[in-house]
C-alpha cells in the first residue's frame, strides 16, 4: 500500500510541474499588487475568476500532492 501511494505521489508531483509550467505568466509578480506597477484586475485580492484547466489541474493536484505527503509521512512513523 505504501509503494502504491508512494507511486501516486510521484505521478501526481509530475503532472503538478507540467501543469504549473504551461500557465502562462499572469506578468507583473508581486509588484503589481503592491502599486510598483499598474494592476489589472489579475490583482491578488482583486476579482480575477480562474477559469481554465490548467489552473484548475495545478490546484486539484497541490491538494491531493499535500494529502497524498501527508498520509504517507502517517504511515512511515
Known amino acids: 500500500m505504501y509503494t ?3 507511486t501516486l505521489l510521484i505521478l501526481d508531483a509530475i503532472v503538478l510541474a507540467i501543469a504549473v509550467l504551461l500557465q502562462s505568466g499572469k506578468g507583473g509578480g ?15 485580492i482583486g476579482s ?3 477559469g481554465n484547466l490548467l489552473t ?8 491531493i500532492f499535500l494529502g497524498l505527503a501527508f498520509i504517507l509521512q ?4
Open 30 to 44: 508581486l509588484a503589481a499588487s503592491f502599486g510598483g506597477a499598474s494592476s489589472s484586475s489579475d490583482s491578488l
Open 4 to 6: 502504491f501511494l508512494l
Open 74 to 77: 502517517m504511515m512511515s512513523s
Open 48 to 50: 480575477r475568476q480562474a
Open 56 to 63: 484548475k489541474a495545478s490546484w486539484w493536484c497541490g491538494g
